[in-house]
């Protein structure tokens, strides 16, 4: 009687359900934590709709004997409108990628406990949430190059302030990329705002010591990181 209540498919379903909760809900604390766009309740709810999609799948397929994958390969198809909305494009930095695929981990960990593969879907959960805390530890040792973006306000002498801040940025190893004046064309102007784009490295580069700096020169007013 116990094992055709715990091998019955209303039983299987709730215990899916909820392990694929709990799954997901790890992967989404994770996120949460780092106050990304999509943190626990939208992992937690993505990974047990994958979950009831397969169970969806599974008992149409014993009512109407339909196949079974074709609602969970729409399911794929579809949460890439979901990732899109957790990805932002700053400039020359774009942000949400790891978050978007981090969703798509969390679908297909719960479309893997949907159809009771738990070995996988439990071991893919361990895997993502390792690669997702630790991961910037071991980046953080390798050498890559940071973009930096600057919105700097001048209020006077602007030629010989900007060469200053150009010196500056020289001595501090940033590398020039980009180099915007608003008001470049009105000689008349005595204060002007400056866009600087550059690149640097972040073993060689303290940014808040570069910030502070760059706000110590002279005529500067202020100094803004887009």
Same mark, same amino acid.
């Given at each position: 009687?116990?094992?055709?209540?715990?091998n019955? %498919?209303? %039983?299987?379903?709730i215990l899916?359900l909820?392990?694929?909760f709990?799954?997901?809900?790890i992967?989404?604390?994770e996120?949460?934590s780092?106050?990304?766009?999509?943190?626990?309740?939208?992992?937690a709810?993505? =990974?047990?709709?994958?979950v009831?999609?397969?169970?969806?799948?599974?008992?149409?397929?014993?009512?109407y004997d339909?196949?079974p994958?074709?609602?969970?390969?729409?399911?794929?198809?579809g949460?890439?409108?979901?990732?899109a909305g957790?990805?932002?494009?700053?400039g %020359?930095?774009?942000? =949400?990628?790891?978050?978007?695929?981090?969703?798509?981990?969390?679908?297909c960990?719960?479309l893997s406990?949907?159809?009771? #593969? #738990?070995l996988?879907?439990?071991?893919?959960?361990?895997i993502? #949430?390792?690669?997702l805390?630790?991961?910037?530890?071991?980046?953080?040792?390798?050498?890559?190059?940071h973009?930096?973006?600057?919105?700097?306000?001048?209020?006077?002498?602007?030629?010989?302030?900007?060469?200053?801040i150009e010196?500056?940025?020289?001595?501090?190893?940033?590398e020039i990329?980009?180099?915007?004046?608003?008001?470049?064309?009105?000689?008349s102007t005595?204060?002007e705002?400056i866009s600087?784009?550059?690149? #640097?490295?972040?073993r060689n580069?303290?940014?808040?010591?570069?910030?502070?700096?760059?706000?110590?020169?002279?005529?500067? =007013?202020?100094?803004l990181?887009?």
């Amino acid at each position: 009687m116990i094992l055709e209540i715990i091998n019955s %498919f209303w %039983f299987q379903g709730i215990l899916r359900l909820v392990l694929g909760f709990v799954l997901s809900g790890i992967i989404g604390m994770e996120r949460s934590s780092w106050s990304k766009p999509a943190g626990f309740r939208t992992h937690a709810l993505l =990974g047990i709709s994958s979950v009831l999609i397969v169970l969806c799948g599974e008992y149409m397929a014993k009512t109407y004997d339909i196949d079974p994958s074709r609602i969970p390969a729409q399911l794929l198809s579809g949460i890439g409108f979901v990732g899109a909305g957790t990805i932002i494009r700053d400039g %020359f930095n774009v942000k =949400g990628l790891t978050t978007a695929t981090g969703l798509l981990a969390v679908t297909c960990i719960g479309l893997s406990i949907g159809a009771g #593969y #738990y070995l996988g879907g439990i071991v893919t959960t361990l895997i993502a #949430y390792t690669v997702l805390s630790y991961s910037y530890k071991i980046s953080e040792k390798l050498d890559h190059f940071h973009v930096l973006q600057l919105e700097i306000f001048i209020n006077k002498d602007i030629n010989q302030t900007l060469t200053k801040i150009e010196k500056c940025l020289s001595e501090s190893k940033v590398e020039i990329k980009q180099i915007k004046r608003e008001n470049e064309k009105n000689k008349s102007t005595k204060d002007e705002t400056i866009s600087i784009v550059g690149h #640097y490295n972040k073993r060689n580069v303290k940014k808040n010591e570069l910030l502070r700096k760059i706000t110590s020169i002279d005529n500067v =007013g202020s100094v803004l990181e887009e």
